[in-house]
């Protein structure tokens, strides 16, 4: 189906998102570099917290709580809860092993490693063989106006759980913020054969992605197929804000306005097959399967249906590119 | 036995000190201040850890492990094991719950809180009665020169064990320091009646308290009796390194050269009755009694025995005061 040698490079939020780099990683191991949103991170008492970067690790670790899609399985809450009680915060759930990697990428961050860096340690010492990269190694925050103000990411999203009415994202930071070196490694790689969107937020996840100055044009300068996968499946998210804000953002909630969102940017859409009915009337070529995924083997097989996608995107006609051999040609 | 409107001062360090101040609270409640070292105070993964201070709070707040004497009763260790999975440092041991002390009060400091407001804060969030109070504000550091070179405290007294030999002890910042306002109020209380110096390490957990300028001069200059417990039963330390260090700076390890040590401080000395025999040949006036403190009941008697001699110094003669509906003058 997909060339052993060929190289993937995924795009990813969180927890939805984190569930298809699983799938990806299990078919690819160091074949697999993510671009991971670091829109959401935050200060939070002292400590540099990543909150897409973590789940991207403890996913691809094994590690991951596979009930919340978040945090790490067998985790304690004494910190939490002594917290508490001498008055500290209490909205963002802080686990006592989690804890660990955020006292630690605090450290390294103070002591002058890029988030990269630090990310890459991680990485290695959770025996992950995939790369995971930040999308920039700035301070790019995810700023969301509310009818009740200005919202910084994790207070809408966590202590507000989502629930002001949403006006507008902004991106404080993205003028300053440039894709890093390693990034563009991963985009310059001979044998990079696709970009997949993973199912996460376009508005909350991908966007700030794409808000770093050049990036977009990196990824199609590339020349690769880049597949992006609907996180809409019959006009609900299958987790988090995303339909309840295309509503406030007075977008239809369905795969086909995702579609156009990402018009110009992707080759090819993926949605499901509840959805079916919307392939005919698509921008864009369009394969229709089951993106739901409950199990490891739903998150594989969506793996193969994208890798799949993106061969068959690089085989055919139009702006695509067929590589062989490492070198690049254009086709048709 | 002590008139119920004095107000009573304890000098302490660790465990040992502890034990005495928890005495001491059960019968003075919110007549009770203490000044605690903070020589062995450092930052460790960016956290500001201050153990002494610590095993203060959490054994005036009862929440003490009873087995250890210091940390948390109740404790978990989950961060650990992930800190250790990810390489970190594992030498010095953070508890779970232990850790929202180190957060809190770091976070507070970095937003410019004064070490003694944030301990005021924890000691309240603890319901602490007794006043816990640092021994100052400014960062002084015990620094061990040793067969091996300079350790910084925790250095020595925790990754290696006190293992390697002693050979001299300095304050690093003490110039630097000054006794707060709050310990200078406390000791301007015209109902304070007595000074305690716990049985705690003279020279490790004493000697940085009284390395703040002028703050040795302020005990004196209350004009109550001060009273010391030796640390040394029988030759050997109840808990620490108290004797092996005496040894290696060659000084016997007996509560005689401790009273020599206090001598021109203290104006009375409490050993225990193992060391009855040493009584009779003192540079100062003795109280022999059980100055092992098992339980709380030993700790409570050891702390009536300190106010009872307090109380007693105070009615002689010689250079000490007797206070009356707290106007002073001078005694004889």
Redesign the interface.
Known sequence: MSDPSHHYLALSGGVGGAKLCLGLARLLADRLSLIVNTGDDFEH???YVSPDLDTALYTLAGLVNPVTGWG?SG??W??????E????PGWFKL???????H??R??RL?GGATLTAVCA??AR??SISARILPMCDERLRTLVETEIGTLAFQDYFVREQCRPRLRQIRFEGAAESKPTAEVLEVLADPLLAGIIICPSNPFLSVDPILAVPGLRGALRAARVPIVAVSPIIAGQAVKGPAAKIMAELGIAADSRSIARYYAGLVDGFIIDVADSGLAADMPLPVKVTKTLMATLDDKIALARTCLAFCAELGAGAGPMLVRTQGQRHDAG
Do not use: Q
């Open positions: 008492l002292g400590l790490r985790e304690t004494t910190f939490m809860a002594a917290l009680g001498l008055g500290g686990g006592d092993g989690d804890l660990a990697t006292v630690l605090t450290e103070k340690e991680l010492r959770f």
